[in-house]
């Protein structure tokens, strides 16, 4: 995540666009507010159905992407990059980064999507929360 100015998001496919940017779905930073890191876990939590807080290149939240992939729903992935992102993370899921919400809820790390998938609970929950169809 970056401190201040925000990320800029283009949709695949989509050509830039010149002039003012258009903000789409998640904001790192909203109109370039420089939010405390438990402030910024807590709403990209509330922005997306599934979130999964991990650092670059993490093996772990790999293979979490890679389960909720094949069951049809695609996280949002962020990658913390400061101890204290990392630790607002972790403290907000109650387990160490990967840290995976569903819905805003903590779910905790790949034990705990691993239990609710073998307990045949994921499924449902991620229909509930909008992050499959059908």
Known sequence: MQG?????CAVAGEAPTPGPRRRLGLTIDPAGDVEAPAER??????????????RRGCCMCHVMRRLLEAVGAH???IEVEEAAEEAAASA??????????????????LDGLMG???SGLLVPRLREVGALCG
Do not use: D, W
């Not at 201040?4 to 800029?8: A, I, L, N, P």
């Open 116 to 118: 609710l998938h073998l």
């Open 4 to 8: 201040s100015g925000g990320v800029s």
């Open 92 to 109: 907000a899921a109650a387990a160490a980064v990967p840290a995976l919400f569903v819905g805003g809820a903590p779910v905790g790390g």
């Open 41 to 54: 876990v807590g709403r990209l939590v509330r922005e997306s159905p599934v979130v999964i807080f991990a």
């Open 75 to 77: 996280a949002t992935v």
